[in-house]
């Protein structure tokens, strides 16, 4: 932070502590000579997902910046239109109506029971941006390299192919191939892409996970599927809570992969939870600043 032309060592200090509780309790007045730039990692979830709107709603509505996104599966989906500028009202609307032919075609094969090409068209809906230079903001969709083992993050080019491909949920969806790689849905290497948003140079991150719900026996080839790759991660979710400033949660384990009907009860779940949490982000946000205007120690 840029110090005063003359002030008090004591006066510069005061007046850098105002400022820094007037932001945190959300003071509207509150200036900040240098802001930390705010990532927002949206995990995947099929239609758990549309809990992201709500989380984005919470945050609109606390005045809390959103300068990087990063996605995964739904999450790439829900971070694509937002950057694209869709209004979260539009984006609830068009969820409300939303099935499983929207986006797949039953087209079974040795590698997948479905194609996700509808899935270009269904992003149309949203907005007419295709590639990620036109969103309004950085968005960085996390996919699986199926044969590598790594996560691939695209930020630049076309955004249907990494999008596509980051919703490709293995043995339900065909793997796209793209980029000289087999990609698959990015939640087999970042179920929650936290590092999705440092890489793009966010400061403070936030986490949105999404828990499955496991109340009812599964009914489908796709619950059965769906649920074992979920124990696997729930073993394997130690680095991206470690790597994010703030998790938020919604309760959405009473909803299940295609329950897009219930898209106004999943809303609220995920406005609630970052309600909650609006205060945490707060004292992240602040936190932040207040390292950054640390007077350095005279040697």
């Given amino acids: 932070m840029a110090m005063p032309d003359s002030p008090s060592t004591s006066g510069w200090l005061s007046a850098a502590a105002n400022k820094l509780r007037a932001f945190a309790y959300g003071g509207e007045n509150a200036v900040l000579a240098k802001r930390p730039r705010v990532g927002i990692a949206l995990a995947g979830g099929f239609a758990r997902g549309i809990a992201h709107i709500g989380v984005l709603r919470a945050l609109r509505a606390a005045k809390i910046p959103i300068d990087f996104v990063s996605g995964t599966s739904v999450g790439a989906l829900i971070g694509a239109a937002y950057c694209g500028g869709t209004t979260l009202e539009e984006m609830e609307r068009i969820g409300m109506a939303t099935t499983f032919a929207d986006f797949g075609r039953w087209t079974p094969s040795w590698i997948g029971l479905a194609t996700n090409q509808r899935l270009e068209k269904y992003l149309a809906?949203?907005?007419?941006?295709?590639?990620?230079?036109?969103?309004?903001?950085?968005?960085?969709?996390?996919?699986?390299?199926?044969?590598?083992?790594?996560?691939?993050?695209?930020?630049?080019?076309?955004?249907?192919?990494?999008?596509?491909?980051?919703?490709?949920?293995?043995?339900?969806?065909?793997?796209?191939?793209?980029?000289?790689?087999?990609?698959?849905?990015?939640?087999?290497?970042?179920?929650?892409?936290?590092?999705?948003?440092?890489l793009q140079g966010a400061d403070v991150v936030i986490a949105v996970h999404l828990e499955p719900g496991n109340l009812e026996p599964p009914r489908t080839f796709t619950d059965v599927l769906s649920r074992s790759f979920n124990i696997i991660q729930r073993h394997a979710d130690v680095a991206w809570r470690q790597q994010a400033d703030v998790v938020i949660e919604p309760d959405v384990e009473k909803f299940v992969w295609d329950d897009f009907s219930k898209t106004p009860e999943m809303v609220a779940a995920g406005e609630a939870t970052a309600l909650a949490a609006i205060p945490q982000i707060r004292a992240a946000i602040a936190n932040f600043v207040d390292k950054s205007t640390e007077k350095p120690v005279a040697k």
């Fill in 125 to 198: 809906r949203f907005t007419p941006a295709t590639t990620f230079e036109e969103l309004q903001i950085p968005l960085a969709i996390a996919t699986s390299d199926l044969n590598a083992g790594i996560t691939v993050y695209y930020s630049h080019g076309p955004i249907a192919p990494p999008l596509r491909a980051s919703c490709s949920y293995p043995g339900l969806f065909v793997p796209i191939q793209f980029d000289g790689r087999m990609l698959v849905d990015g939640f087999l290497t970042a179920p929650v892409p936290v590092e999705g948003c440092f």
